[in-house]
């Protein structure tokens, strides 16, 4: 059974960068379509990024293009989530999560659990 740890979270200045990572075990990622979402208080989880186990194909939230990347290192089982030019609104809990049979875009109500997620803040 898949398992997903994130990490890579902190506190960052508007304008800056950072690199998460989701790193699986239990199963084999390249099989899965992996999403990151982004969780603020108030507010549902929403899907930021996803990477296809189909195509290799790529997704973005408007809010984020053009300054987040995902990509995914088989040999490392990890797939990450690189952030640039950070915003105060990128804010929030960042969880990864894959699944073998939808491909992306993946939604959070699919999920029944999900994992203690990174910490993203960034100061503006």
């Known amino acids: 059974q898949l398992q997903l740890v994130e990490s890579g979270g902190g506190l960052v200045q508007s304008g800056e960068s950072l690199r998460l990572s989701c790193a699986a075990s239990g199963s084999t990622l390249e099989y899965y379509a992996i999403a990151w979402f982004r969780q603020v208080p108030g507010k549902e989880r929403e899907e930021v990024s996803c990477?296809?186990?189909?195509?290799?194909?790529?997704h973005y939230a408007d809010s984020v293009k053009g300054r987040f990347t995902i990509s995914r290192d088989n040999a490392k089982n990890t797939v990450y989530l690189q952030m640039d030019s950070l915003k105060p609104e990128d804010a929030g809990v960042y969880y990864c999560?894959?699944?073998?049979?939808?491909?992306?875009?993946?939604?959070?109500?699919?999920?029944?659990?999900w994992g203690q997620g990174t910490q993203v803040t960034v100061s503006s």
């Open positions: 990477i296809s186990n189909r195509d290799e194909s790529t």
């Open positions: 999560q894959g699944d073998l049979f939808y491909t992306c875009p993946l939604y959070s109500s699919i999920f029944a659990s």
